[in-house]
Every structure is written in structure tokens, then in C-alpha cells.
């Protein structure tokens, strides 16, 4: 897992690293705090699942749990209406700061009229910390499960 205070952190990312992180539909990224702000705001206003990754370029961890993440997304998508978005530390180091993100991957679950219920540090060891913390949420707001 990455801590945030690595010494070299790049200002700018091509296209292709970018498209390497939200290639999958079933995991849209968020640009900026604006979009973060309004995302979060819609979750708690409409009553939707919302799971937030925060991830680095640079960060190991964050290319290892990428597939595992984006695998738990495709399933989840499919049997529940859980949404899945990932937000880039790069580009959104104040944020980061202001949520008080200290490493990374991190995640958020915001559980509808809840607001954000939960938030962890999540590497691709742990990826199933990520599915039974999110069945919680999916159980308790009586959507479906992945078995039913």
C-alpha cells in the first residue's frame, strides 16, 4: 500500500495510463472535487450505493487491486444497483487531504440517505474486505445479492 507522502509524485499522466485505470464501464472515474462533491450529493439525495476508489498512478498496490476491484464491480453491477467509481490522487491530492486519505488504495461506501458509511484502506489482499462490508449495505437496503 502507498503511503501519500512518497517523495516523487508526477504531475501529469498520458491518455494511455488514464484509460489503463477506467477501461471498464462498470467503473466510471470521477475527474475532479467538484464531480467528487456532486457524486456524493446525488448518492445521499436519489438513495443509490456509491463506491468511491481513490488510487494512485504511481502506487503498486493500486495496479494490483485494479482487476479485483473492477471484477467485484462487474458482478456487483449485475446483481445489485451498486455503482462503482474511482477517483485519481494525482490529479486530487487537496481532496485526498481534506477526507484525510493517508494511504492508498482507499475506499468509500456511501449508503444512500446514510451519506458515507464507511471508508478504509483496501489493498488486493484485503478485496474481500471490500465485498462483505458492501453486502452489509446491499443487505440492509434490501437489494439483491450476488446469490440471489
Known sequence: ????????????????TVASFSSNDAVRLVEDEAEYDALVAAAIEEDRLVVIKFFASWCRACKAMAPKYKKVAQVRSKNSTAEFYEIMFDNNKALCKKLRIKVLPYIQ????????????????????????????????????????
Open 1 to 16: 500500500m502507498a503511503v501519500l507522502d512518497a517523495p516523487w509524485v508526477p504531475t501529469a499522466l498520458s491518455a494511455s
Open 109 to 148: 461506501i456511501v449508503a444512500g440517505g446514510e451519506g458515507i458509511v464507511d471508508s478504509f484502506t483496501c489493498g488486493p489482499s484485503k478485496i474481500a474486505l471490500l465485498s462483505e462490508r458492501l453486502e452489509k449495505y446491499i443487505q440492509s437496503e434490501g437489494h439483491p445479492t450476488e446469490s440471489e
